[in-house]
């Protein structure tokens, strides 16, 4: 008897928080800032290295419900909603230049910092979940802002009271021309991928994300499976009943 093969569906649930990775943006052509006026000497910044990293990366607004319009006593139509997306970030630490950078802190000749009175930094972002099947899901802002509403100190005690940081995201409309678009020419301000569609191209999703940046070693980080000029997919093995 034949074997018979059967093609498993990609999931959609997911878990943790694998990586957040940030690049500054030029405010009018929406490319990559790189060297001393961006994050990195290629422009992208993962925060990862020793205790750095994102405890909670969670995306809100995604879609918002609709009104109801109604003529004749009944219902006619919904009304469709812009989406206008948010994201709070929480980390467990994160580089001290890298956050100022991305809130808009300016250093004085005393080496302090202080709130800038101009525009905010306009920065893409980048995060990576795990989907149950063990693939890799991410979600992005092509075009965003942040601000840091709360620094909030305890009293150590018997037990050490950390004041991690928490960000809080907008995004916007992407400033490049050419990322982020519908088939009906429209941008969208948010994107996800899985890395097991077989339309998934690394090299595609971060040109996207992160306009002008040129695949690097960094590259490998963000994207694991990457190997330099292809995608190494995984294979998706059925989760045990046991």
Known sequence: MADTQT???????????????????????????????????????????????????EYQNLEREGAKQYANDTPKRVTRPTQAPTA????????????????GYEQGEDGGYSLSGGAKPYFAMLTRATFLDGSSLYEAFACATAILPTGQHQTDNDSE???????????????????FKLKNG?????RRWNSLDSKFDPEKMMA??????????TMKIVVPTWNGTSVATPSVQPKSDK
Do not use: R
Not at 49 to 57: D, I, K, P
Not at 208 to 217: A, E, L, N, R, S
């Open 7 to 57: 093609t498993q569906e990609l999931g959609s649930s997911s878990h943790g928080i694998n990586l957040v990775t940030f690049a500054l943006l030029n405010p009018s052509t929406g490319t990559v800032l790189t060297g001393p006026d961006g994050l990195s000497d290629n422009g992208i910044k993962p925060i990862y290295q020793g205790v750095q990293g994102a405890t909670q990366a």
């Open 88 to 103: 709070n970030l929480t980390f467990l630490d994160i580089a001290w230049d890298t956050l100022n950078k991305l809130t």
């Open 161 to 179: 009271q950390d004041a991690n940081v928490a960000l809080t995201v907008d995004a916007f409309q992407p400033i490049n021309p050419d990322v």
């Open 186 to 190: 429209h941008q969208m301000p948010y």
């Open 208 to 217: 996207q994300v992160f306009p002008g940046y040129k695949p690097d070693d």
